[in-house]
């Protein structure tokens, strides 16, 4: 029951959001100023992200957990400071959602030799798992008829 | 399409009798160059003794935007002719340019009001200052600290495909 679901990452000047849609799919940008309930001015500062100053609407975008202090328009420069003192970059390569990310982009980019390389490695795995469980039940099950 | 903004000035060809006939300047909003003269012949054939085949277009020009990085809040004041009649109206929009707000209104109209494009004359537009702003809904995105959640989000393909 969400009766006490509390909102925790908002639409505001200044959150820094991934965008999940278009030609800057998975790169991180700034809000900075809001349109309307469905549009943001957005940019990543186009010497840091590589997103330059657009209206974006909030169906293209994932809110990320962090914010910088900034002011409505900030200039290019006050979000580059704010980035970096907050550690952005680093914080976000800790998350899962951005790990996740790159493990399905090497995974999309994998050729056929690295898919067989990779159905090599899990039968492996899968070996040494069996045999492993295999003894473990033997030992139990010597233990039982004891 | 995308709208332009055009200031476009003509008068009447001098004849005989008026040697220096009056100038005018409208500010015209359509798709191209082309498309603006026509709709200055239109609109000004409307409001003066003018018409394309006795007169002459002695400017065009295209306005562009002053600030296009920065949000503002535009009123449109507009005339247009409803199915029993004809109406003006003042509507906002927040945008970056006057031209997307102009194009915000011909979508609003259509939509709340089946309005078609040809039934629509924009008698002005401005920039208005969020102290003068007058609907609700813009009302609401001055606050510079305004903030809100994301409810319902629908998971979405990263592309068409």
């Not at chain 1, 820094?16 to 809001?34: A, F, P, S």
């Not at chain 2, 018409?51 to 005339?79: A, H, Q, S």
């Not at chain 2, 102290?131 to 609700?136: A, G, L, N």
């Not at chain 2, 809904?137 to 510079?144: K, S």
Request: aromatic share 8%; glycine share 4%.
């Amino acid at each position: 029951f969400f009766l006490n679901m509390v909102f925790t990452k908002f639409v505001e000047i200044g959150r820094v959001c991934m965008i999940n849609y278009g030609k800057d799919e998975g790169r991180l940008c700034t809000i900075i100023d809001i349109v309307d309930q469905n549009k943001a001015l957005v940019k990543g500062p186009k010497k840091l992200m590589k997103v330059s100053i657009q209206i974006i609407p909030f169906k293209r975008l994932n809110l990320t957990k962090f914010k910088l202090d900034i002011e409505k328009n900030a200039s290019d420069d006050d979000i580059i400071t704010k980035f970096k003192e907050g550690k952005i970059m680093n914080k976000w390569m800790k998350q899962s959602v951005y790990k996740k990310r790159v493990k399905h982009e090497i995974k999309r980019k994998t050729n056929d030799f690295g898919r067989f390389k990779l159905m090599n490695a899990k039968i492996a795995k899968s070996k040494l798992v069996s045999s492993k469980m295999k003894k473990m039940s033997t030992k139990s099950s010597v233990g039982k008829k004891k | 399409m995308r709208l332009h903004h055009y200031q476009i000035v003509g008068r009447k060809q001098p004849t005989e009798h008026e040697a220096e006939p009056p100038v005018f300047k409208m500010r015209v909003f359509a798709e191209n160059k082309v498309r603006a003269i026509s709709k200055f012949w239109y609109l000004i054939h409307q409001m003066k003794k003018m018409k394309k085949t006795t007169g002459e277009i002695l400017d065009v020009r295209e306005i562009f935007e002053k600030n296009p990085t920065v949000i503002e809040n535009y009123g449109i004041w507009l005339r247009y002719d409803s199915r029993s009649g004809t109406h003006n109206m003042y509507r906002e929009y927040r945008d970056l340019l006057l031209t997307g707000a102009v194009e915000q209104m011909y979508c609003d109209m259509a939509g709340r009001h089946r309005c078609r494009p040809r039934s629509i004359k924009i008698i002005r537009t401005g920039i208005i200052k969020p102290e003068d702003v007058k609907r609700k809904n813009m009302l609401q995105f001055q606050d510079p600290k305004v903030k809100f959640p994301l409810a319902h989000r629908i998971a979405r393909p990263p592309n068409k495909q």
